[in-house]
């Protein structure tokens, strides 16, 4: 099994579409998780970092479910630009992120 | 600031050429990272620096020489790369990671690098 899975896509959208992402990962003992997306040849960004209460960020809303295992990327009202590969990123041990292969979203006029 | 900026862009070398990549930060991280990324994979974790010194290197091959000569730069130096070597370098930093959890990377623009 692998230590982050993410569903590759592509999720292909109409602008304004309310689209959301989940990722399991298989240590239990993870600490700390987060969303980065990523453009075409570009570097990964912080989208943003998903605590046990859940986290909301304008458009974005992120949840973490550690009794399941899994966490949630929710992207309301779509936008063209959000189009990007969303990753699901985990800490393994202090310092050591472990990436998901990355959801792509591609939102469509 | 979170910037995080690396030299060159782009680099084409040989198989028998010396480069170097270059990374820079001035967000007072303590912690540095080398990734490398192929096209459609995720980052690969290289190598992690905690307080300027060599804290993980993931079985890294030794063409690949990573320094920290200070709290703001990261160098990686490469010598006798073989074509399979062609990829985004990424540079990231963080604060340096406590027990309980990572801390969030920011990461540089990159470095293309073809190997001919």
């Known amino acids: 099994r692998k230590e982050v899975e993410q569903d590759p896509g592509p999720f292909n959208v109409p602008e304004g579409a309310t689209v959301a992402f989940n990722c399991t990962y298989s240590?239990?003992?993870?600490?700390?998780f987060f969303w980065y997306r990523q453009d075409c040849r570009k570097e990964p960004k912080l989208l943003m970092s998903?605590?046990?209460s859940g986290n909301e960020d304008g458009r974005f809303t992120a949840q973490l479910n550690r009794a399941s295992q899994y966490i949630s990327l929710l992207i309301r009202d779509s936008k063209l630009s959000d189009s990007a590969t969303y990753l699901c990123?985990?800490?393994?041990?202090?310092?050591?992120?472990?990436f998901g292969t990355g959801t792509r979203l591609q939102v469509t006029l | 600031d979170t910037e995080v900026t690396q030299t060159p862009k782009h680099l084409v070398m040989g198989m028998t050429n010396k480069k170097s990549l270059k990374c820079e930060q001035h967000?007072?991280?303590?912690?540095m990272y080398w990734y490398k990324q192929k096209a459609k994979k995720p980052p690969e974790l290289m190598f992690v620096?905690?307080?300027?010194?060599?804290?993980i290197n993931e079985s890294v091959p030794s063409r690949f020489s990573p320094e920290c000569p200070n709290s703001s730069l990261l160098n990686l130096h490469l010598h006798a790369l073989q074509p399979e070597d062609s990829a985004l370098y990424l540079c990231?930093?963080?604060?340096?990671?406590?027990?309980?959890?990572?801390?969030?990377?920011?990461f540089g623009p990159g470095t293309r690098l073809t190997v001919t």
């Open positions: 990123v985990v800490s393994g041990t202090a310092s050591k992120l472990t």
């Open positions: 240590n239990s003992a993870s600490q700390s």
């Open positions: 967000m007072g991280h303590r912690a």
């Open positions: 998903v605590y046990s």
């Open positions: 620096y905690s307080y300027e010194k060599l804290s």
């Open positions: 990231a930093s963080s604060q340096v990671s406590a027990a309980e959890g990572a801390y969030e990377q920011y």
